[in-house]
């Protein structure tokens, strides 16, 4: 029996080592060029194109054929992709289940809508690692990753909001009054897989202090997270280093952000995946 994990290429992760993985890349599309998100393209380079771009921009998720190529001869496939309130990638990746397992007699696709991006499917990748090698049935570990995802959680820290507020995920008056300010967002995936804002702050330093004190108040006390930045490494390590310091024994990682997140993120942005307390029971 061949187990295999499928993602989407904004979880910013390309390999999943000690198991059978595919990331199937998303894509950012402009008057002027193409995007795929995948690691051969320069989402950094990309981000500031983007910034001086006056024209139309979306982005393209993948379609059926796509996450039909990434299931190609797996008997038991887990699949996580972006929140289905910014792309119809969860969409296409159910209809690819059914169509493969029509196709596939006995084969098993299970779909998880991550409700997040990012960070935050990357810890829901990273507990499906765990359990693949494991002699726990498909049920079991789909239980288990359903469990696991509602102690896990995202933050975003933002000095732009044009690329989002260009493809209706937040309001226009909102990016430009930021923008004009100068003002910092700090925002959070919803339980229902949108975009919300908790809060404006000018200064990086700030919005730091914020993001530290927003995850106690959610239930981190020590665990995993993970940092995503758009050329911003400099906060990310301030960030972890604010972490460390009250929470020790926290496992922090930081990566770059892929094209798709450096899109939405853009220039100086910040995305934090962690887990709450309640993670080490499920």
């Known amino acids: 029996m061949?187990?295999?994990?499928?993602?989407?290429?904004?979880?910013?992760?390309?390999?999943?080592?000690?198991?059978?993985?595919?990331?199937?890349?998303?894509?950012?599309?402009?008057?002027?060029?193409?995007?795929?998100?995948?690691?051969?393209?320069?989402?950094?380079?990309?981000?500031?194109?983007?910034?001086?771009?006056?024209?139309?921009?979306?982005?393209?998720?993948?379609?059926?054929?796509?996450?039909?190529?990434?299931?190609?001869?797996?008997?038991?496939?887990?699949?996580?992709?972006i929140t289905g309130t910014l792309s119809g990638c969860n969409n296409a990746a159910r209809m690819a289940a059914e169509e493969y397992q029509d196709a596939n007699p006995g084969a098993k696709v299970f779909v998880l809508d991550s409700l997040s991006t990012g960070p935050e499917m990357c810890l829901l990748a990273g507990r499906l690692a765990a359990l693949a090698p494991t002699e726990a049935s498909f049920e079991e570990i789909c239980d288990a990753v359903t469990a696991y995802a509602g102690h896990t959680h995202l933050l975003f820290s933002l000095e732009s909001l044009n690329n989002l507020a260009r493809n209706g995920r937040v309001k226009l008056t909102a990016a430009v009054v930021a923008r004009a300010l100068g003002i910092r967002v700090l925002g959070q995936a919803s339980p229902q897989g949108e975009l919300d804002i908790i809060c404006k702050t000018r200064g990086e330093h700030g919005v730091l202090e914020r993001m530290v004190l927003e995850m106690r108040d959610r239930g981190f006390a020590g665990g995993k997270v993970q940092i995503a930045h758009c050329d911003n490494e400099k906060a990310a390590r301030r960030l972890k280093l604010m972490i460390t310091a009250i929470w020790p024994d926290s496992a922090v990682e930081i990566v770059e952000c892929g094209a798709l997140c450096s899109f939405y993120a853009e220039l100086g942005g910040l995305l934090v995946g962690y887990e709450d307390s309640g993670a080490a029971a499920v």
């Open 2 to 81: 061949k187990r295999k994990i499928v993602l989407d290429s904004s979880s910013n992760l390309w390999q999943l080592p000690g198991v059978d993985y595919a990331c199937v890349p998303l894509k950012i599309i402009t008057d002027e060029q193409e995007y795929v998100d995948d690691p051969g393209t320069d989402a950094f380079a990309m981000a500031q194109a983007l910034r001086s771009y006056k024209g139309k921009s979306s982005t393209s998720c993948p379609n059926v054929g796509d996450f039909l190529a990434a299931y190609a001869g797996a008997d038991e496939i887990f699949v996580v992709t």
